[in-house]
């Protein structure tokens, strides 16, 4: 997946929109700055999602962090696979998305940055 394809938000989560639906993952700088990830809790699919709202958390050996929704909207389909190997995020974060939510609002998205923005975003959080 090209990071060119991806909005992203200022709570490090990137969004993939594929007509009415989007995926939705943590950027690769989320990832390292996480560390290990050992835990990942997912919403149940039918779960209504509002934006900037907490959906899940996850869990490094350095802290546990919540999952903040970029946009409003159902979840469809969650990734099972980090349910037993939350590690897969750290070792690709653009290939191992965490939901897919059908989109209530696809206006939301002109809110969220795009990749050069999200590059100058973290470079100003002093990575």
């Known amino acids: 997946m090209s990071v ?7 709570d490090h989560e990137w ?3 594929e007509g009415g639906k989007a995926y939705i993952g943590i950027s690769d700088y989320a ?11 997912l919403p149940d699919v039918g779960a209504k999602l509002s934006a900037g709202k907490v959906f899940g958390s996850i869990e490094s050996v350095k802290a546990v962090s919540d999952f903040l929704s ?3 909207g159902t979840v469809d ?3 099972e696979a980090l349910v037993d190997a939350p590690e897969l995020l ?3 974060a653009y290939e191992n998305w965490i939901l897919l939510v059908e989109l209530d609002n696809p206006a939301e998205l002109d809110a969220l940055l795009d990749n050069v923005q999200y590059e100058e975003f973290c470079k100003n959080e002093g990575v």
């Open 4 to 10: 060119q394809d991806l909005k992203f938000s200022n």
């Open 70 to 72: 970029p946009v409003s």
């Open 15 to 17: 969004i993939k929109v």
């Open 90 to 92: 750290n070792e690709d």
């Open 31 to 41: 990832q390292h700055a996480l560390g290990d990830i050992v835990f990942v809790d």
């Open 77 to 79: 389909a969650v990734n």
